[in-house]
């Protein structure tokens, strides 16, 4: 092959690789992250105010006006998607997982921001918002 050929065909290769790059997600990519059922858990609206009485180290509340819902039962590679429905940021962490399983944190979600997520470890996922520890919730995830 000629040098200006290669050149060519190196240049065209730059090119598509970089067009995947950037139409990856758009083809089909952040898709792989969504499988089985598909189940929303939502951080309410006000739900960044605590219960009265609640100090902070107190046991989380796990309720529907904070984490809706609060107690969710699913199956191994069902996805959740956390949507925060409140007016200030707020985070889905995980603060307790089954052996073998990895711990979450989505970091913190904006309003009507989402974080989405498929469990493929069974067992009790405990979570809670790392800016108001005040709310927490439950996932049972069966085989
Ligand atoms: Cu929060």
Redesign the pocket.
């Known amino acids: 092959m000629k040098p200006a050929a290669m050149a060519a065909v190196m240049v065209v290769a730059a090119v598509a690789a970089v067009a995947l790059l950037l139409l990856w997600p758009l083809m089909g990519g952040a898709a792989v992250q969504v499988s089985g059922q598909v189940y929303t858990i939502s951080?309410m609206k006000y739900?960044?105010l605590p219960p009265e009485g609640w100090r902070m180290g107190d046991p989380p509340v796990i309720d529907d006006r904070y984490f809706k819902p609060a107690r969710l039962s699913i199956r191994v590679g069902d996805t959740v998607v956390y949507v925060n429905e409140?007016e200030?940021?707020?985070?889905f962490t995980a603060s307790d997982v089954p052996m073998g399983a990895s711990k979450f944190d989505s970091g913190p979600v904006n309003p009507g921001g989402s974080f989405r997520l498929v469990f493929r470890v069974p067992g009790t996922y405990r979570y809670f918002?790392?800016?108001?520890?005040h709310?927490a919730g439950i996932i049972e995830v069966s085989p």
């Open positions: 951080s739900s960044y409140d200030v940021p707020h985070t918002c790392m800016l108001h520890p709310k």
